[in-house]
């Protein structure tokens, strides 16, 4: 008995150590683990905030000053006009930027300044316009944003979009259509108004449609205009990062001037939330179009949070009018759109048209 006491109190010591030494071990492993995943995220983040020349020269924008760059007048994208970069020579930009940098991160937890998005984009030029000096683009992309009271989205918005923007090297115009007044909102009409608008300024050849509140999460996902219509906001952190359904055509989508065009625009006729993304599939599926997506993984985005806007309601007329789509189509839409427009502000980072648009 005297000589087993002590083996028991030795294994039992033995024991003891090797459990301390594996949570050690444990503890060890979860510290690097989210110290790495960190490091990537921070890494990622700093990525969205530079943008890169063709040469892959990276400039730093955050906080603002960037070294060794040109002065803004001396860039192409300030320019209003078609200037025909193809008199200067340059090459076509590759069908893929090599600018891209894949995921990024996206936080809304911090403050941003208009300032200082001006500032960390200096190339692009007043009303938000912008176009590759290092090649020509591809396409000539209006981008419209439809849009009442919500700055605080619009400043994210400007924040994380033009560093994307630049690095997939498009020639690109920002244009938020401000509602004017208190009635009712109608975002596809809005939408509409900002085609028309957007097409006196520039001759572009393809639309993308996007709400104040959507960020990308991925650079690959390109704000540009494929063979079918597309939408790009197919994987929303709101949905746990999957489509709600599949005829599913809200958030953010594109599409070429001659597929908008061919199914009349968008309806002027839905005032309230709700409906005319799907009126506008199945306007799209009436003429024979599918609908072209980035995968899950690009397509990936982040909504910013937010609580019912006033004079927004869920339209009670929705259901029916989705109904007979097919019917209204041809008589409701960019052919009989009307609007007065009350102003034009060509901003340093957007042109923000304000227009009245009406009641219902
Ligand atoms: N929008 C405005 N101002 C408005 C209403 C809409 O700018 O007053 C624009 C904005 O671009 C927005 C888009 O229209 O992203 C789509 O409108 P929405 O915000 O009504 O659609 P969403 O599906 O929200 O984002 C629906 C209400 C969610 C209520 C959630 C309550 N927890
Ligand atoms: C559908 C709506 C769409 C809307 C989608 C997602 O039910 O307009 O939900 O809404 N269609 C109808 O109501 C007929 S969301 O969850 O983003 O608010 O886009």
Redesign the pocket.
């Known amino acids: 008995m005297a000589s087993a006491e002590p083996s028991v109190n030795f294994n039992l010591l033995h024991r003891t150590c090797k459990l301390v030494v594996v949570l050690c071990f444990l503890h060890i492993s979860v510290t690097v683990f989210f110290y790495v995943r960190s490091l990537d995220i921070r890494f990622a983040f700093a990525q969205n905030q530079q943008s890169r020349d063709a040469t892959g020269t990276v400039g730093s924008t955050i906080g603002g000053t960037r070294a060794a760059e040109p002065p803004p007048e001396a860039e192409a994208g300030g320019e209003a006009e078609d200037e025909p970069a193809a008199g200067r020579n340059l090459k076509k930009c590759p069908q893929t930027s090599p600018l891209l940098v894949g995921p990024l991160r996206v936080d809304f937890n911090i403050p941003v300044s208009l300032d200082a998005v001006e500032k960390a984009n200096p190339r692009v030029g007043p009303g938000g316009r912008y176009k590759p000096k290092e090649c020509q683009a591809l396409q000539k992309v209006a981008i419209v944003i439809p849009f009442r009271e919500r700055d605080q989205h619009l400043k994210f918005w400007l924040f994380y979009l033009h560093p994307i923007l630049q690095r997939q090297q498009l020639d690109y115009g920002v244009y938020v259509i401000n509602q004017d007044g208190e009635e009712t909102f109608n975002r596809a009409k809005l939408l509409n108004v900002g085609y028309v608008e957007a097409m006196k300024d520039y001759d572009y050849d393809c639309l993308v449609f996007s709400d104040v509140d959507l960020i990308p999460m991925d650079d690959r996902n390109i704000y540009k205009c494929f063979s079918q219509p597309r939408h790009l906001s197919v994987s929303m952190d709101?949905?746990g990062f999957r489509l709600?359904y599949k005829q599913?055509f809200?958030?953010v989508s594109s599409m070429m001037k001659d597929q908008y065009l061919s199914i009349n625009g968008f309806p002027n006729d839905y005032w309230g939330?709700?409906?005319?993304?799907?009126d506008i599939y199945n306007r799209l599926a009436s003429k024979g179009m599918s609908i072209s997506r980035p995968s899950g993984e690009v397509g990936k985005c982040r909504m910013i949070r937010h609580e019912r806007d006033k004079q927004n309601e869920?339209n009670p007329q929705?259901?029916d009018r989705?109904a007979h789509t097919r019917e209204t189509m041809s008589k409701d839409g960019i052919k009989s759109l009307s609007y007065k427009r009350l102003s034009k502000e060509t901003l340093p980072l957007y042109t923000k048209i304000t227009v009245d648009i009406g009641k219902p």
Do not use: M, S
């Open positions: 709101k949905f709600p599913y809200g958030g939330w709700g409906g005319e993304d799907d869920p929705r259901f989705i």
